[in-house]
């Protein structure tokens, strides 16, 4: 091999590491972070969820949320981290508990729906985290059930739980019919339950129908797309929404996550929560 090209490939590989780095670090302001300086900052407010909370893979919403010039002296935290599923929000309630926090923003489910899109999706989640039951509907709803009883129960918080947003923006793909099924689960579950209903998934539905993309591209069981953008992301200037829009997305930037654009209709969301006084 010519030196050249082991120089180009040296330098692939180094900015593939930076980039896997960065899209991996866990929030500082995580909620273990948030209980060991016990901080007399209030009220506490945590978003509990997986990479699109986590905001390293797409936009971060949490992070614009904490310097809102009216949240100065509010604790915001992040209790994010990519590829959660509903199983891994359940192991992480303890320490909810224990900072009873005033506010809990819980976004989950779009790895729960992917890993019931096919066996090699599935396959991918179980090794990673070593599941031991299946991903299915009705585990989910399980799961979700007892996160939000558990959160009324154990704590003083105002709980608040989006959809999860859509999976692609084909309207006609399974996978995009899929997330639309779980927004519906989410929806039945919250209504029960007597909790807050954020419906994201159908807000960015809507406004898909209304954006007049000519090609609505849908989610592909493929991981290349996604590391190549975040790849993009993090050696480049470029926004995620001019990565979203390069890859032939309005809301998403991968067919997952949330470009900008996307990520603010969630922050206004939650700002309305927050905030009402400000709406």
């Not at 959160?151 to 899929?178: C, H, M, W, Y």
């Not at 419906?199 to 539905?205: C, F, G």
Request: net charge positive.
């Amino acid at each position: 091999m010519k030196p050249i090209s082991k120089l180009w490939i040296l330098c692939f590989f180094l900015f593939e590491s930076c980039a896997i780095f960065q899209a991996t670090k866990v929030p500082t302001n995580n909620l273990k972070s948030a209980l060991e300086s016990k901080s007399t900052k209030n009220p506490k407010i945590v978003f509990l969820g997986d990479s699109i909370t986590h905001g390293r893979v797409s936009y971060d919403y949490v992070d614009s949320i904490a310097k809102h010039p009216s949240l100065v002296n509010h604790l915001v935290i992040n209790e994010g981290i990519n590829s959660r599923l509903t199983v891994q929000i359940l192991e992480q309630l303890d320490d909810l508990k224990a900072l009873n926090p005033d506010f809990v923003f819980l976004l989950i489910g779009t790895n729960d729906l992917k890993a019931t899109l096919s066996t090699d999706e599935y396959n991918r989640y179980a090794s990673f985290w070593k599941l031991k039951e299946p991903v299915n509907e009705g585990s989910f709803v399980s799961n979700l059930t007892k996160i939000i009883q558990t959160i009324k129960k154990d704590t003083k918080a105002k709980l608040i739980v989006f959809s999860p947003p859509v999976l692609g923006e084909d309207p006609n793909s399974i996978p995009f019919q899929r997330s639309k099924k779980f927004a519906e689960l989410t929806r039945e579950v919250v209504t029960k339950e007597k909790v807050i209903y954020k419906p994201l998934h159908e807000t960015l539905s809507q406004g898909l129908d209304t954006a007049n993309n000519k090609v609505r591209k849908p989610y592909t069981q493929s991981n290349w797309p996604m590391y190549w953008t975040i790849l993009r992301y993090y050696s480049t200037t470029a926004s995620w929404d001019e990565l979203g829009e390069s890859n032939g997305f309005y809301y998403l930037t991968d067919a997952i996550h949330l470009n900008d654009r996307g990520g603010k209709i969630l922050e206004g969301m939650a700002l309305e929560e927050i905030l009402p006084e400000k709406k």
